[in-house]
Each structure stands twice: as C-alpha cells, then as structure tokens.
Nanobody
C-alpha cells in the first residue's frame, strides 16, 4: 500500500527556513519521482519542485529557485524540501506525491503523472 506523509510545516517569519519531509512507505524511492505541490487559499494547486530519485535530478518552479532544495535520504526512504528565505507568498498547504513508473521519461512538473498523494502540511509565513 503506497503511502506518503508530508510533515514539518509550521509558522515562520519571512526570511526564515523550514524543512519539509515526505516519508514514503509501500515502495522504495529508488527509481521514481517525488513531487512537491502547494495550494494556497483561493488558488489552484501548483507544482513547486520535484526530484527524480534515480539520478537525483531536481527541478523547481521559478518562484522558489535558489531558495528551495529537494533532496533524498535513501536509508530513511524520505524526501526533503528545504525551504529558505521564506516569503509570505509561500504560505500554503504543501503536498508530496509520487510518480512510480516511467519517471525518467516524464515531466515531473505535471500533476497528471503522479500516482499517489499524501496529506498536506501547512506552511505559514508571516511578514
């Protein structure tokens, strides 16, 4: 049973940092893509970042480039999203999702390619 659990959200002042974790179970993060998405009130869910676990290639939406970093701890079967220089615009519920097959050849910024989603974790950035 594939499960994902995002955690690590909280309240932080603008300019601060948070580490989000995506703990995976029911599969091994060895040849997949893990995507991070967020949804702010009144807005559609948007793609933030993804990591292709086979070669640890990472991708980011323009608004977080240079501030967010995706990484993986294979031993813990966990993917991380390190967020720094947080801005109020980053306030949202953050979700992680997994693309289990054909991840190497598919664009991981597209919601449609993901097979399973976890519940989100709230990130609130105050000004």
């Amino acid at each position: 049973d594939v499960q994902l659990q995002a955690s690590g959200g909280g309240l932080v002042q603008a300019g601060g940092s948070l580490r989000l974790s995506c703990a995976a179970s029911g599969f091994t993060v060895d040849d997949d893509a893990i995507g991070w998405f967020r949804q702010a009130p009144g807005k559609e869910r948007e793609w933030v970042s993804c990591i292709k676990t086979a070669d640890i290639s990472t991708y980011y939406t323009d608004s977080v480039k240079g501030r967010f970093t995706s990484s993986i701890n294979n031993a813990k079967n966990t993917v991380y999203l390190d967020m720094s220089d947080l801005k109020p615009e980053d306030t949202a519920v953050y979700y992680c999702a997994v693309q289990l097959r054909y991840a190497k050849w598919r664009q991981c910024s597209l919601e449609s390619v993901y097979d399973s989603w976890g519940p989100g974790t709230q990130v609130t950035v105050s000004s």
